[in-house]
């Protein structure tokens, strides 16, 4: 026979490093804003993430250690983001000291002129 009032639902606790006050709050936040208590809040993400987990793949072939696959994919892109912008660097660096070695040629031709030869334009 149960007390009056006594919850008999299940329960699951858990406990970590991660579960901290903070992490409360927010849960607490994002259920409210959601109009759920916390437990029907959590119990939906977490049942959520599991299916994700279990129907992604199989945990063999994605370690956790390994990012997933679009973070790879943003990783990728950015890498060859890079690269071009390295290529057009290079390319504008180049272009600039090819610029600096004329000016440096013409102020030496200059140098070698007289004075009534710069005057004149001749």
Request: proline share 7%; no cysteine.
């Amino acid at each position: 026979m149960t007390a009056k009032g006594r919850d008999n639902r299940p329960t699951l606790t858990l406990k970590g490093a991660g579960f901290t006050p903070e992490f409360r709050s927010l849960l607490n936040k994002a259920a409210k804003k959601t109009g759920k208590t916390q437990a029907e809040f959590a119990a939906e993400v977490l049942a959520a993430a599991a299916r994700r987990a279990l129907s992604d793949s199989n945990p063999q072939d994605n370690p956790p250690d390994n990012p997933p696959p679009a973070t790879v994919q943003q990783l990728e892109d950015m890498r060859a983001a890079v690269q071009a912008a390295d290529l057009k660097a290079e390319e504008t660096r180049k272009t600039v000291q090819d610029l600096a070695q004329k000016v440096q040629q013409l102020a030496e031709a200059s140098a070698r002129r007289g004075l009534w030869q710069r005057i004149s334009g001749r």
